[in-house]
C-alpha cells in the first residue's frame, strides 16, 4: 500500500492497513495474565521432575521451553506449552538394561512421577509426551537425554520404541535469527499464520508453519519493512503455502526431511482468495470491505474498520 493510499484511508475514517495489523498483532498476544498463568503451570511441572529426578527444588534447571513458549511465537487464545525435561543418564542407563519397549516404559515412570503432583496427568498417543492438562493449558513434557552435541533424543514409543533426535535450539536460534534479519516480520507471520491455523481448523502443524514463514520470508521483497506492507505478506505466503503442497521441509539442526502433504491446501487456497479480495479493497481504499475478508481468515481478533 502506497503512502498516497494509506493517508486516503486515513481520510476516509477507516483503518489503514498498518493500523489493522498493528491491532491484529496486539489482539492475540496473550495477556498479562494469560503469561503469568502460563509461567506458573510450566514452572511447577519443571519443579516437580527437577525434585524427583534431581532432588533440586529449582523451576528451570534441566528443562528448556521449546515450541511456541521457546521461541516466542506464542499466540491468544493460550495453547499447549512444551518442555523439554533432560533426565539424568543414570536413568537411560537404567532403561537400558529393561525388555521390551524402553521408552513407554520410560514416559510411564515420568507420568507417575508428575501424578505424585498432577493427578490428571496423560500420556498422549504419539508416545513422545506426558500431559499435564490443566483448565487453561496443556503443559506437555517430553523426557530428554542430553548429546555431546547439543542435540537430544526424545522417546517414540511405536513400532517397538526408539530414541529420536531432536535439536530445540537449532530451531530456536533458526527463528530468532530470522527475525532479526526480518525486522521483526518472521515472528508477525507465524502468529497469523497459527490464529488462521487455529480458527479456520487448518490442518497444517504449527511447526511447518514457522519452516514455510522463514523459507517464505528469504526471498520475499519486503520482508524487512512495517506493518503497512502485511496486507502483501499475508497474500503472498499463501500463495506461497499453495505452491508448497506436496513437497518437504528439513528441520533446522538435524535436518529431518517432512512431508507436508496437502491435506490443509484446499483451506489455503480458499485463504488466498480471501486475502486477494482484502489486498483489492484496501488498495482501493475501501477498508470495512477489507475488514469483512480479513475476518473470514482471523475471525474478529483483526478489526474490521
Known sequence: MSILETLLASSSGGLTVGQRFDKF???????????????????GVRGCLNAYYYGVSSTSANSLL??????HTRIRPPRDIDVLFVLPYAVYERFQQRPGNKQSQ???????????????????GD????IVPFTSYAV??????GLQNGQYWICDTNDGGRYKTVDPVAEINLVQSSDKETNGNTR??????????GYCNVPIKSFWIEILAIEFLKSWEHRGKSTVYYDWMVRDFFAYLVRRA??????????????????????AETALERARKACDHESGNRPYSAGEEWQKIFSTFIPAG
Open 25 to 43: 498483532l496486539e489482539n492475540i498476544r496473550l495477556t498479562e495474565g494469560q503469561t503469568f498463568d502460563g509461567e506458573t503451570k510450566h514452572c
Open 66 to 71: 521449546v515450541g511456541s513458549w521457546g521461541k
Open 106 to 124: 520410560l514416559l510411564q515412570e515420568v507420568k507417575n512421577a508428575l501424578a505424585r503432583t498432577y493427578s490428571t496427568t496423560q500420556m498422549r
Open 127 to 130: 508416545g513422545q509426551v506426558v
Open 140 to 145: 506437555e513434557v517430553a523426557p530428554a537425554f
Open 188 to 197: 508477525h507471520l507465524i502468529r497469523m499464520m497459527k490464529c488462521w491455523q
Open 246 to 267: 506436496g513437497s518437504y521441509i528439513y528441520t533446522a539442526g538435524t535436518m529431518e526431511m517432512i512431508y507436508l502433504g496437502d491435506a490443509w491446501k484446499s483451506r
